[in-house]
T-cell receptor, first 116, second 114 residues
Framework: AQTVTQSQPEMSVQEAETVTLSCTYD???????LFWYKQPPSRQMILVIR??????QNATENRFSVNFQKAAKSFSLKISDSQLGDTAMYFC?????????????FGKGTKLSVKP | DAGITQSPRHKVTETGTPVTLRCHQT?????MYWYRQDPGHGLRLIHY???????DKGEVSDGYSVSRSKTEDFLLTLESATSSQTSVYFC?????????????FGNGTRLTVT
């Protein structure tokens, strides 16, 4: 079975500093997609970043970047210059290639608090 | 934001009563999904639809049914609600007509079964 593990239930970081959230996954697929979603207190789920497994280059979106290690099945999210608005739950998710990207398998989430 | 509206936003119901949650989209996207979110479990897929009248089960489909009679509407029904179905329910759509496009979520429905 495909699984996603986020080993850090909660983390905190000082404003303007850098923080890394961990995610590991288990799959026998060779091609797949990985995602990070953000859920602020408003409850809305917001796509932060997406990585396609066949692409070696790590995805970046402004202050957000990933460290994708395919062999290790690791997909960590780095947030640079943390801002108060980054306070949220962060979910790592996996989708097998070829299936609709909506059939996502989510980790249990990491609660990130950015402190002033 | 993608045009996704979930209704109701909140609902309290009693055990054994039927409940229907509605998801409405204005994006004309083919794929629609229902997830539930529970503490300690992240989000889990209940059912999804890949077109009008085309639906399939997800990871936690027991006790739920869905219908999609129009592209824009995807209904989730709890035939006889139980306390274990107390949860936050999210509808999502794929961000385009292709299969491999990212998900966009609605704002969720908080359902409490007493």
């Amino acid at each position: 079975a495909q699984t996603v593990t986020q080993s850090q239930p909660e983390m905190s970081v000082q404003e303007a500093e850098t923080v890394t959230l961990s995610c590991t996954y288990d799959t026998s697929e060779n091609n797949y997609y990985l995602f990070w979603y953000k859920q602020p207190p408003s409850r809305q789920m917001i796509l932060v970043i997406r990585q396609e497994a066949y692409k070696q280059q790590n995805a970046t979106e402004n202050r957000f970047s990933v460290n994708f290690q395919k062999a290790a099945k690791s997909f960590s999210l780095k947030i640079s210059d943390s801002q108060l608005g980054d306070t949220a739950m962060y979910f790592c998710a996996f989708s097998p290639h070829g299936g609709s990207q909506g059939n996502l398998i989510f980790g249990k989430g990491t609660k990130l608090s950015v402190k002033p | 934001d993608a045009g996704i509206t979930q209704s109701p936003r909140h609902k309290v119901t009693e055990t054994g009563t039927p409940v229907t949650l509605r998801c409405h989209q204005t994006e004309n996207h083919r794929y629609m999904y229902w997830y539930r979110q529970d503490p300690g479990h992240g989000l889990r897929l209940i059912h999804y639809s890949y077109g009008v009248k085309d639906t399939d089960k997800g990871e936690v489909s027991d006790g739920y049914s869905v219908s999609r009679s129009k592209t824009e509407d995807f209904l989730l029904t709890l035939e006889s609600a139980t306390s274990s179905q107390t949860s936050v329910y999210f509808c999502a759509i794929s961000g385009g007509q292709g299969k491999n496009s990212p998900l966009h979520f609605g704002n969720g429905t908080r359902l409490t079964v007493t």
